[in-house]
């Protein structure tokens, strides 16, 4: 079942007929339906086009653009237009502009100048959101609801007086009063003791250190808040048109919003993601993003933005060579993409964005991206029958917003080297390599269907979530730094690993964070050698119920101490390793039959959607892959088995016969 009621997988773009005459737009879905495009996003900064004046709609010009898709065969993402409000309200209202820790309000020039907490604002967006809906309820081009854009790349955060109202409201929602709160804030630390919660404020910009449990609620509440926003306009579109889809476009792995909370509040996962075509790891980092996407709400999603070429934000905005648009939107179609989107149909001759690559280049039909484009649009037809499968995988890997929030506080932590990213990667990265599926998890999530369940970092770590994770019955590996505070970012008492102490049958005894270029020799059980960086754990043993050893520290302060450890299936790695393979390794061949994996040469990424095979090759040589299976490349046509040879950036869609 598709997405959006469009059969097979979407394509199509970003489309601001508002930038052109109207006489081009015709041109547009002439050339839209030429290359194969099945939707368009439309009117995603269009606020003061739509509403020239408060309450005074101008819906013609939307009209006949909806239309004229329509006609072509394409769709429309129709968007709420409220990524930007008009300057008419900015110059009435500017208290809906936000207003920075140090006490600046922004100005109008940009985009998202909003204060998430404006009810101004949020009344005039609402108000909006619902004419659009009812204006197009019945409009046949209409196939998804696109709400806001991009929530919180611009705007994350505002510290303005209605801020702080709706943050103490926020506040006494979560804690009762203000006893609570100083409970959990230990405002007893440096005389904070509040005597009501009228006196708390955001943390502005303070004269030192600000509590880290203020900043952590801090960054909850900044989530919340512009989920708050997103649900005001998402429930006034459902009103109007219950059967139609609500997304809004996420950002990858981005700090500042809980995706596992956002996801649960709209109808189908979409993302924005710019692979930079200057890095040859960025397919990795970008196949977690894609993975995360899809373990979102655990069935496919939406690459809703890519870059056909270049982007235009970098310091050096490096253009995609032959072959990489095409491989990076097959790459987001193998990890759960029911479609392929891109920023943006008709590249802009004005504005920030003009040198911003499109589907429809600056040249026209003559330029190299148009031919891509018009390939692109062929190869996604031929695989329609990929769309609405899904990926099964035995290996999760553990992500927690609120954890993340706490690891990554600005100041007062052990060490400020430690990126949750990073963690990440490094575990995800030998497992992409080994053909390994991998989904995500938040840490109190249900684990029974995996056999691997890997936590490269739980800071904060709650007695339910660690409660979760010893009921677990698979291999278990938990990273270092992990069980060290509560959900009020208070110590757990007896220090780390807190509650996760008799899963992992170790104690941390002393944090022994390394500085810049020292390197940590580790040698394990087997003889092998290893280095750690950053970061390493002065571990001790307790008498009831201690890990065995797994490998040791040697040389330096902590020679001969645990540095990885296990009691029964439970596997702690007390610091970062430089390379997690050789734990891996080990984890992975303790489960029985062994976990699912297609073996590939370094470079060339496989990934299965049910009975598809994706083989994809990263590198710039020819590369041989030897096919667990026969089948047909959906692309070419061709039958395939035993072994093939995949040009540079090339890629195989296999639909595999037989039993998977």
């Known amino acids: 079942m598709s997405l959006t009621r469009v ?47 408060q309450g005074a709609y101008d819906f013609g010009w939307l009209d006949r653009v909806l239309d004229l898709l329509h006609e072509h065969g394409v769709a429309a993402d129709l968007a709420t237009a409220t990524a930007t409000p008009p300057p008419w309200l900015v110059r009435e209202h500017p208290e809906v502009m936000p207003v920075d820790a140090q006490g600046v309000r922004l100005e109008f020039g940009s985009r998202q100048g909003y204060c998430p907490s404006s009810p101004v604002y949020r009344a005039h967006a609402v108000r909006l959101a619902r004419a659009i809906a009812e204006r197009y309820a019945g409009h046949p081009a209409l196939a998804m609801w696109h709400v806001g854009n991009e929530y919180a790349d611009h705007t994350l955060e505002c510290f303005c007086p209605e801020s702080a109202r709706h943050f103490r409201a926020w506040l006494g929602h979560r804690y009762g009063d203000v006893e609570a709160l100083n409970a959990a804030w230990g405002t007893s630390c440096w005389g904070q003791h509040y005597t009501a919660l009228d006196q708390v404020e955001p943390p502005r910009k303070a004269p030192g250190p600000v509590n880290p449990a203020q900043l952590l609620d801090w960054r909850r509440f900044c989530s919340d808040a512009l989920l708050e926003l997103f649900a005001a306009e998402r429930d006034a579109l459902r009103e109007v048109t219950p059967d139609v889809p609500v997304t809004t476009n996420f950002m990858s792995i981005l700090h500042g919003l809980d995706y596992w909370k956002w996801a649960a509040a709209e109808d189908l996962v979409s993302d924005d993601a710019y692979p930079d075509p200057a890095d040859p790891a960025a397919h990795v980092a970008v196949a977690l993003s894609y993975d995360l996407m899809r373990s979102l709400k655990r069935r496919p999603w939406l690459l809703l933005e890519s870059a056909p070429s270049a982007v235009s934000w970098r ?49 026209g039909t003559r330029a190299r991206g148009w031919r891509d484009t018009l390939a692109l649009g062929a190869d996604l037809r031929r695989l329609a029958e990929v769309a609405g499968t899904g990926t099964p995988a035995e290996v999760a890997l553990v992500l927690g917003w609120d954890s993340w929030w706490g690891l990554e506080a600005p100041e007062s932590m052990p060490s400020n080297r430690l990126k949750l990213k990073d963690l990440l990667l490094a575990w995800y990265a030998p497992l992409h390599a080994m053909g390994v599926a991998v989904d995500l998890a938040p840490p109190d999530r249900d684990l029974s269907g995996y056999r691997v369940a890997i936590v490269p970092n739980l800071y904060l770590c709650t007695e339910e979530q660690a409660e979760a994770l010893a009921s677990f019955t698979g291999e278990l590996v938990v990273g270092p730094f992990s069980g060290v505070v509560d959900a009020s970012d208070q110590v757990h008492p007896g220090g780390p690993p807190g509650p996760l102490r008799r899963l992992l049958g170790v104690e941390v005894d002393e944090f022994w964070p390394l500085p810049d270029g020292a390197v940590q020799r580790v040698r394990h059980a087997d003889g092998a050698e290893g280095t750690a960086r950053t970061w390493t754990e002065w571990l001790r043993l307790p008498d009831d119920g201690p890990a065995d050893v797994v490998a040791a520290y040697e040389g330096g302060e902590l020679d001969g101490l645990p540095a990885v450890t296990r009691r029964g299936r439970a596997t702690y790695v007390s610091c970062l390793l430089d390379d997690v393979t050789p734990v891996l390794g080990e984890v992975l061949a303790r489960v029985p039959g062994g976990v699912a994996r297609t073996a590939v040469p370094e470079g060339v990424e496989a990934v299965r959607r049910d009975r598809h095979l994706f083989l994809l090759n990263h590198t710039t040589t020819p590369q041989r892959v030897a096919l667990p299976q026969p089948g047909t490349d959906l692309l070419t046509g061709t039958p395939m088995r035993g072994e093939i040879e995949l040009a540079p950036r090339d890629a195989v869609v296999l639909r595999i016969e037989g039993d998977t």
Not at 11 to 32: I, K, T
Not at 39 to 49: E, P
Not at 338 to 352: K, N, S
């Open 7 to 53: 059969p097979g997988l979407l394509f199509g773009g970003d489309y601001n007929p508002e930038q052109w005459p109207e006489e081009v737009w015709a041109e547009d879905a002439r050339l839209m339906a030429e290359a194969g495009v099945t939707m368009a996003t439309v009117a995603v900064f269009s606020w003061s086009r739509l509403e020239p004046r």
């Open 315 to 363: 310091e050096v905005n490096v253009p995609k060579p032959p072959g990489m648009m095409r491989l990076h939107s097959l790459q987001a179609v193998a990890h759960g993409a029911d479609g392929v989107m891109f920023f943006q149909w008709r590249q802009a001759r004005y504005g920030p964005e003009k040198f911003h690559s499109a589907l429809l280049p600056h040249g």
